[in-house]
Each structure stands twice: as structure tokens, then as C-alpha cells.
């Protein structure tokens, strides 16, 4: 006689009800990381092909990916006023805002319009990242927050690709920047689950006692942070220029630069496993400077694109491993830890695009990404120092 059909598998049900648990849970984290990850991915191309459109330097467009930072550091130092009023009406107003700024990067015809729509969509975006942990909670952070920005990562694998794609059907492929407002929208309008609703506008003041002020573990934590964010945004601004240089057209290099978002997609799919092991961060640190280095080097444009590819993979889990341990700082309230993390961002791109587009005048750009080696052993320095502080 066969068993009952709720005995076969009777973890089963179990299995499936935690998994839609933690999806209705994190909806809103991985929507908004998506429109994140969309908005990084069509940095690159959005600066080549709008130097082309409006027959500018790139230099004179290297403000897009500061305009980014501004926002954070606004938001840095508004953050914990701003969490204060609670994440749903930061998701919205960041949801507005990058609605309006991808409008004008897609359809801006002047540099003035195009710097206007990349300050909107970058204290959108500002706005989004300080919601995201407030989202994720405390509860197995360190994977959730890979995870969600895993999301991320994908969408900024596609978006490369379909702005290239959109330049071949269009007059200009800056059209399809546009496409997060297809799920910003009902992401805004919808409110916030109960699920969603665990450990947004918790106290935090309370039980854990944090300390009131930075310690030097602390300040190391954030120092990771803007070195990690520093070397990834090398790559969402400048892979395509590097490109460009190399040898390919405006266009291809506009869908090839995906080949760094490959990278880190991968790295997010694979990595939240490893996170908690003592060498998750050392070995993706030597990775990201293996690929990084290899950029510098003369390459044919496929070695270019396997060298984006590798260090994207490499750098992949740097961002939510360093938050992941800034959050867990006992020091500090959690609500100001998440406002230094997004000030940490902020500083990282509004000066890195800076110093980028100097360069780009100065020397060729290639060499320039030899600063990303530098920067990811002043992260696993202070990183090693930290785990001796604690």
C-alpha cells in the first residue's frame, strides 16, 4: 500500500513555505537593487554614446557617475533623519527620482540635461541603497545582501547589452536606460508586506547597547568600503571608454562592457557560500587585481573582454561582504552604521569618475586602471586589521 501522499515528504511543505517566505520578504530589496544595478550597468555606455550624441569629450561627461556619489553623500549625511520617517516612503521617493533621471539621461539632448538627469538618478539610486539593508534586516545579512545585490549585478549584465541592441533600432541606444520605470512604478505604489515590514523600523538603541561613538575598527570597516566601491566603479564608468580604446566601435563596446557585469553576476551566484570563511574577501581581492592588471596590458579586444570578465568575478562579493561587516558593527546604532555606509559609497564615486576623467585627459585610460590593484590591497590591509582589532 502506498505511504500517504503528506508523509513522503514531510519537510516538503516546510521547505516551500520558507522559500516564499524569505522571496515576499525581500521583494522590495531585489526590485530597487535591480533598478540599481540597471542604472550602474548603462553608466559606461550612457557616457560613450552621449559624448557621441552630442559630439562632446567623454571628459566632459565623466560628471554622470559623480553625480551618483553626490547623492550617496547627501544621503550619507541625512540618513538617519531620513530612515527615520521609516524605508516605504524612502523607496518611494527614491523610485520618483530615478524615474525622472533616467528620463533625462535617455532623452537629454545638451550635457547640461544628461548632468541633470544623472544628479536625479543618482540621489535615486542614493535613496534605494539606503533602503536596502533597512530591508534586509539582520537576519542572515551576509548572504541576503549577496544575494539581493546579486539582482543587481544581472541587471547590469543586461543592460549594457540592451542599450547596445537599442542603438542598432533607434537614432540612440540611451533610449533603453529608461526600462527600470517598468517595474520603479508598481515598486513605488505597492506598500510593504508584513514580511517585508521585519526589522525595517526596529529599535535599535536598545538591547545590543551600541556604543555613541567611531572606534578604529569602525572607521577601518568604512575605509573597506570606499576603497571596494572605489575599485568596482572603475569598471561601470570607464570598461566601455577602455574599450573604445582598444579598438571597438562606440556601439560594441556600449554591449561588450557586460562582460564585467557577467563577471560579477556570477561571483553573486556563487559567492553568498563562502561568505563568513576567513578567505572570501582575501581571495576575491586577488582575483579582481589579476583581471584589473590585465586591463593595463595591451590586449586584442577579446582579452579585454575576459579581463573584465575575471575582474568582475573578483570583485563581485567585495561590496556585500564589507557592509555586511560595517552593519555588524556593535559601536554605533544600526541606523547610523547604514547612513556611514552610504556616505562610504558616496565618497568612493564621486571622486573616482573625477580622478578618471582627469587621467583620461593626461594618459591613456588603460593605464589608469592600474590604480584598481592599489586600491583593493589597501582594502584587504585594513580588512586584516580589523579582524585583529576583533
Excluded: K
Excluded at 283 to 293: E, K, T
Amino acid at each position: 500500500m502506498p505511504a500517504p501522499r503528506h508523509s513522503r515528504h514531510p519537510i516538503a511543505p516546510y521547505t516551500r513555505l520558507v522559500v516564499r517566505y524569505r522571496l515576499l520578504r525581500d521583494t522590495h530589496a531585489v526590485a530597487i537593487q535591480a533598478a540599481i544595478g540597471w542604472c550602474l550597468g548603462g553608466l559606461g555606455p550612457v557616457l560613450v554614446l552621449g559624448a557621441r550624441d552630442l559630439d562632446v569629450p567623454r571628459y566632459q561627461l565623466s560628471w554622470l557617475g559623480s553625480a551618483f556619489g553626490f547623492g550617496l553623500l547627501v544621503a550619507g549625511f541625512l540618513g538617519r533623519r531620513i530612515l527615520s520617517h521609516g524605508v516605504q516612503p524612502v523607496a518611494r521617493i527614491g523610485s520618483v527620482l530615478v524615474a525622472c533621471g533616467v528620463g533625462g539621461l535617455a532623452l537629454g539632448n545638451s550635457v547640461a540635461m544628461l548632468v541633470f538627469g544623472g544628479l536625479l538618478q543618482g540621489a535615486g539610486c542614493s535613496a534605494l541603497l539606503m533602503a536596502t539593508p533597512a530591508l534586509i534586516g539582520t537576519d542572515d545579512r551576509g548572504r541576503r545582501l549577496a544575494v539581493a545585490v546579486g539582482t543587481s549585478s544581472i541587471a547590469g549584465l543586461v543592460a549594457p547589452g540592451a542599450i547596445a541592441l537599442t542603438d542598432q533600432i533607434v537614432s540612440s541606444g540611451r533610449i533603453a536606460v529608461a526600462v527600470p520605470l517598468l517595474w520603479l512604478v508598481p515598486i513605488a505604489a505597492r506598500p510593504l508586506s508584513a514580511a517585508e515590514g521585519l526589522g525595517i523600523n526596529r529599535p535599535v538603541h536598545g538591547a545590543s547597547a551600541p556604543g555613541t561613538g567611531m572606534t578604529g575598527s569602525t572607521r577601518r570597516r568604512w575605509l573597506v568600503i570606499v576603497l571596494s566601491v572605489s575599485a568596482e566603479f572603475f569598471f561601470w564608468t570607464w570598461g566601455a571608454a577602455r574599450l573604445v580604446d582598444g579598438g571597438a566601435t562606440d556601439d560594441v563596446a556600449s554591449g561588450l562592457v557586460a562582460a564585467f557585469a557577467i563577471g560579477m553576476a556570477v561571483g553573486r551566484m556563487v559567492g553568498p557560500r563562502s561568505i563568513g570563511r576567513l578567505s572570501s574577501m582575501q581571495l576575491s581581492i586577488i582575483v579582481a587585481s589579476v583581471g584589473a592588471s590585465s586591463i593595463v596590458l595591451d590586449l586584442t579586444i577579446a582579452g579585454l573582454v575576459v579581463a573584465l570578465l575575471v575582474a568582475g568575478f573578483g570583485i563581485a562579493l567585495l561590496y556585500p561582504i564589507s557592509l555586511a561587516r560595517l552593519l555588524d558593527d556593535p559601536a554605533l546604532p544600526e541606523e547610523r552604521l547604514i547612513a556611514l555606509a552610504a556616505y562610504a559609497s558616496g565618497v568612493a564615486i564621486t571622486i573616482t569618475p573625477t580622478v578618471l576623467g582627469i587621467l583620461d585627459r593626461l594618459i591613456p585610460i588603460q593605464y589608469a586602471f592600474g590604480l584598481v590593484p592599489a586600491l583593493l590591497m589597501g582594502a584587504l590591509a585594513l580588512d586584516d586589521a580589523r579582524d585583529r582589532d576583533d
